[in-house]
């Protein structure tokens, strides 16, 4: 069973930088597109961004764009996101989420939380001064 796990969350001041990894040990993502969700309290939990199993194609919520960058390392078998110029409405549990197929694809999946079929345990990030 695929399991993935996210890392990288921490505390930073508004104006900051982070970068989240999610990895899944034993496992290749290389069949695996590969999106970030995030989860605020008392709010649902949305799409932030998603990159292809080829990392040929990206896709970002309107709320991060020109300030997050998703990624994908194959020979280390991890996803990055890499959140610059962070702001105190980014605090949320980050999560990263899979949807699989049998071959690689540029397919970017939309941000629908049922679509994707492994998820991670989630790693906090908290942007306050």
């Known amino acids: 069973q695929l399991q993935l796990v996210e890392s990288g969350g921490g505390l930073v001041q508004p104006g900051g930088s982070l970068r989240l990894s999610c990895r899944a040990p034993g496992f290749t993502l290389d069949y695996y597109a590969i999106a970030w969700f995030r989860q605020a309290p008392g709010k649902e939990r949305e799409g932030v961004s998603c990159i292809s199993s080829s990392g040929a194609s990206t896709n970002y919520a309107d709320s991060v764009k020109g300030r997050f960058t998703i990624s994908r390392d194959t020979a280390k078998n991890t996803v990055f996101l890499q959140m610059n110029n962070l702001k105190p409405e980014d605090t949320a549990v980050y999560y990263c989420?899979?949807?699989?197929?049998?071959?690689?694809?540029?397919?970017?999946?939309?941000?629908?939380?049922?679509?994707?079929?492994?998820w991670g345990q989630g790693t906090q990030v908290t942007v306050s001064s």
């Open positions: 989420a899979a949807w699989g197929l049998s071959y690689q694809t540029d397919y970017v999946p939309e941000f629908k939380l049922n679509d994707y079929d492994h």
